[in-house]
């Protein structure tokens, strides 16, 4: 099978990250695309930033799901554009924060996600209550910029680290999610480091990609993500009317 990996910031060596965190959890007959979005802001902090990164994913969904892709993945915790990518897709879509947090469930009782910047931890804190763990996690911010966590020379790590060691002691934390795609390469040695079960969410939503599609299983068509209605969209954001960005 093939899974669509999307990056939906435009900095190609985060894409990198996610993409060896999806191949070696895949199954060895499951091809991974991973793709960076080729719009948008570098890293998505905040609702802002999230914004004005779903129109450059909704066109790599799109592309990926006409070139054979069989699911979707969103790489961003804050499942940036996922309801919309439902909408338009006819491929099962997943958003890493809502499969790290349903996988984590399954060997925790509480939990924490260590996210980056406080910015980011609200709009986390609001999917762990939509996704109907609220009172099972807890959100923390490590206050690190996202792309310091590629920064060998900066303290972004680090700080991490504290703040996973802060959830253990002040939260009980049984297990620890990892609030950021741009993490992904670091659960293994978090783990072995804290002896807790860390869970990054690119890995988490392949092995639940990979599930989906072996059932034979998509995203219900019937009211909330039904296909979007066909009609004109006006000025710089023409090309995203609904025949035009499944057509392009």
């Known amino acids: 099978m093939q899974l669509l990996v999307v990056n939906p910031n435009t900095t190609p060596t985060m894409t990198a990250t996610i993409e060896d965190a999806a191949r070696r959890v895949a199954n060895p007959s499951t091809d991974i695309?991973?793709?960076?979005?080729?719009?948008?802001?570098?890293?998505?902090?905040?609702?802002?930033?999230?914004?004005?990164?779903?129109?450059?994913?909704?066109?790599?969904?799109?592309?990926?799901?006409?070139?054979?892709?069989?699911a979707a993945i969103i790489a961003c915790f804050d499942d940036t554009g996922l309801d919309a990518a439902r909408a338009l897709a006819g491929i099962p879509v997943i958003g890493i924060c809502e499969a790290a947090l349903s996988l984590t469930a399954f060997i925790a009782q509480r939990f924490t996600v260590v996210t980056t910047m406080e910015r980011s931890r609200l709009p986390v804190e609001a999917l762990v209550h939509r996704y109907g763990m609220a009172g099972r996690a807890k959100?923390?911010?490590?206050?690190?910029?996202?792309?310091?966590l590629e920064d060998p020379n900066s303290n972004a790590r680090n700080r991490l680290r504290d703040e996973i060691t802060a959830a253990l002691?002040?939260?009980r934390a049984e297990a620890i999610v990892l609030g950021c795609?741009?993490?992904?390469?670091?659960?293994?040695?978090?783990?072995?480091?804290f002896g807790v079960p860390v869970i990054d969410g690119v890995s988490a939503a392949v092995k639940q990609a990979e599930a989906l599609v072996a059932l034979g299983l998509s995203?219900?068509?019937?009211?909330?993500?039904?296909?979007?209605?066909?009609?004109?969209?006006?000025?710089?954001?023409?090309?995203?009317?609904?025949?035009?960005?499944?057509?392009?």
């Open 33 to 70: 695309l991973a793709v960076t979005s080729s719009m948008g802001p570098v890293s998505i902090e905040g609702y802002y930033d999230e914004v004005f990164a779903v129109p450059g994913l909704l066109i790599e969904i799109a592309r990926g799901e006409r070139m054979g892709a069989q």
């Open 139 to 148: 959100v923390r911010a490590a206050d690190i910029p996202v792309l310091s």
């Open 169 to 171: 002691l002040e939260d």
């Open 181 to 193: 795609a741009g993490m992904a390469d670091l659960a293994a040695d978090l783990s072995r480091e």
């Open 219 to 248: 995203t219900a068509k019937r009211g909330a993500y039904a296909t979007p209605v066909s009609k004109a969209y006006l000025g710089m954001l023409e090309q995203f009317a609904p025949a035009a960005i499944l057509s392009a």
